[in-house]
């Protein structure tokens, strides 16, 4: 399976400010390094991060 991730899933893993939100992202974040899905973040929600 293969996840879109958007700005809002990365920032709210990054900071950790919502935890509801963070908890979503951290459990899509732990299955794709354990391997049982694939994430792909677009150049635009990198870009979204950092301005």
Do not use: H, P, W
């Amino acid at each position: 399976m293969i996840y879109y991730i958007d700005t809002n899933a990365v920032l709210r893993y990054l900071f950790k400010n919502n935890i509801e939100q963070f908890n979503t992202a951290n459990l899509i974040f732990e299955k794709a390094r354990e391997g049982d899905l694939y994430i792909v973040v677009l150049e635009s929600v990198l870009v979204d991060c950092i301005c």
